[in-house]
T-cell receptor, first 118, second 113 residues
Framework: NAGVMQNPRHLVRRRGQEARLRCSPMKGHSHVYWYRQLPEEGLKFMVYLQKENIIDESGMPKERFSAEFPKEGPSILRIQQVVRGDSAAYFC????????????????FGPGTRLTVL | LAKTTQPISMDSYEGQEVNITCSHNNIATNDYITWYQQFPSQGPRFIIQGYKTKVTNEVASLFIPADRKSSTLSLPRVSLSDTAVYYCLVGVDSGAGSYQLTFGKGTKLSVIP
């Protein structure tokens, strides 16, 4: 059973371009979470999705950022018109069930996508 | 604003027991407390999870007092390979019936030979 897959692992974009980050959850998991980690900082929750629905996007910046988790295919985190401050590691996690956290919905993390904005 | 608090860093010698505490005053009533370990350039990895009292697995113990406003991760006899950042994750009541997943800022553990 493959773990959470993220691609690309490294992404370089110039200011103003778009960045698309993909996350394939573990088999049997229908809950996906996106986190951002700035250099030398902790993880910050961005958004929580359950197939085709955004459940909680309280951590998402109001502009330029969007996320989706279609019925078929991976979850996508999209950043439009990237700026240097968007440079960070973006982690995706998946769980079998959703919050509140319990013994049934441990989050499994992917290896992350490191976005560098030039 | 609901938040969790952890020490920024800790040092320990090999073979010692390490205790890392996370405070989470606004933890949601039904929520578990989960701890993760993260090595550089990798995603966080699950260590242990609990709701109350004490939980033990093959790598760690988790102590949670009755009021659940804090939790302590205990690593017995640490080795150099335990050098990593440790995070607590809880869901907190952020007011008006809303719920927010919150990671602590992480504790950087350095194990010294």
């Amino acid at each position: 059973n493959a773990g959470v897959m993220q691609n690309p692992r490294h992404l370089v974009r110039r200011r103003g371009q778009e960045a698309r980050l993909r996350c394939s959850p573990m088999k049997g998991h229908s809950h996906v979470y996106w986190y951002r980690q700035l250099p030398e900082e902790g993880l910050k929750f961005m958004v929580y999705l359950q197939k085709e629905n955004i459940i909680d996007e309280s951590g998402m910046p109001k502009e330029r950022f969007s996320a989706e988790f279609p019925k078929e295919g991976p979850s996508i985190l999209r950043i439009q018109q990237v700026v240097r401050g968007d440079s960070a590691a973006y982690f995706c996690a998946s769980s079998r069930a959703g919050p509140p956290t319990s013994s049934y919905n441990e989050q499994f993390f992917g290896p992350g996508t490191r976005l560098t904005v030039l | 604003l609901a938040k969790t608090t952890q020490p920024i860093s800790m040092d320990s010698y090999e073979g010692q027991e390490v205790n890392i505490t996370c405070s989470h005053n606004n933890i949601a009533t039904n929520d578990y407390i989960t701890w993760y370990q993260q090595f550089p350039s990798q995603g966080p990895r699950f260590i242990i999870q609990g709701y109350k009292t004490k939980v033990t697995n093959e790598v760690a113990s988790l102590f949670i007092p009755a009021d659940r406003k804090s939790s302590t991760l205990s690593l017995p006899r640490v080795s150099l390979s335990d050098t990593a950042v440790y995070y607590c994750l809880v869901g907190v009541d952020s007011g008006a019936g809303s719920y927010q997943l919150t990671f602590g800022k992480g504790t950087k553990l350095s194990v010294i030979p």
